[in-house]
């Protein structure tokens, strides 16, 4: 079946602009993570959807950055006033549960470059 | 609050040489702890979680509690096993805390 996809592939964008990154998990995925992977820093932890649940923002870096999932499916991350440290792989994963032991199936990232 | 360290951010290994990719967590707890893999131009993948105790591509890796370590092995290292590798942790219904990621580079 179809994975988790992402789009756009890449982004370029002038600093300062708005950005929106889409996200389509696995149907029937009921969690779902965004990350951000930057070179030397690795994966970073952004934010987390379980559900009807309240979202774990706990890892956005700013208040420029804000995350919606609608009715349980698509999510959208939305970087406001984006700054040149914004530039880095944006990666969607999603996995059925949410429990510990989960396997998170990754999206193949959209690439975002601020100049 | 948790945390994965990986000490190499490079290493390089001769086929056929054995393997060793280090990590280390951080977490009093009882953890959940993955590696992850990207090969070239593809996406990040699960390889194996502790919990499942198998091999997976000749790879393995053992929960050490008392010295807090998820170490990947391979006793003999292929070219295709050039990726990045990632250790993760995850504590309960949380989300994955991931280290920052070895390069492994196998030399033919």
Redesign the interface.
């Known amino acids: 079946g179809a994975g988790v996809s992402q789009s756009p592939s890449n982004k370029v964008t002038e600093k300062g602009k708005d950005v929106e990154l889409r996200c389509d998990p696995i149907s029937g995925h009921t969690a779902l993570y965004w990350y951000r992977q930057s070179l030397g820093q690795g994966l970073e932890f952004l934010i987390y959807f379980q559900g009807n649940s309240a979202p774990d923002k706990s890892g956005l870096p700013s208040d420029r950055f804000s995350a919606e999932r609608t009715g349980g499916s698509v999510s959208t991350l939305t970087i406001q006033r984006t700054q040149q440290e914004d530039s880095a792989v944006y990666l969607c994963a999603s996995s059925f549960w949410g429990a510990a032991v989960d396997e998170q199936y990754f999206g193949p990232g959209t690439r975002l470059t601020v100049t | 609050a948790q945390r994965v360290t990986?000490p190499e951010?490079l290493l390089s290994v001769f086929k056929g040489a054995p393997v060793e990719l280090k990590c280390n967590y951080s977490y009093s707890g009882s953890p959940?702890l993955f590696w992850y893999v990207q090969y070239s131009r593809q996406?990040?993948?699960?390889l194996l979680?502790h919990?499942s105790r198998e091999s997976i591509k000749g790879f393995t890796a053992d929960l050490n509690k008392g010295e807090t370590s998820f170490h990947l092995k391979k006793p003999f290292a292929q070219e295709e096993d050039s990726a990045m590798y990632?250790c993760?942790l995850?504590?309960?219904?949380?989300?994955?805390?991931?280290?920052?990621?070895t390069r492994l580079s196998v030399i033919a």
């Open positions: 990986q951010k959940e996406r990040l993948q699960l979680r919990i990632y993760a995850r504590a309960g219904n949380t989300p994955l805390v991931f280290g920052k990621g």
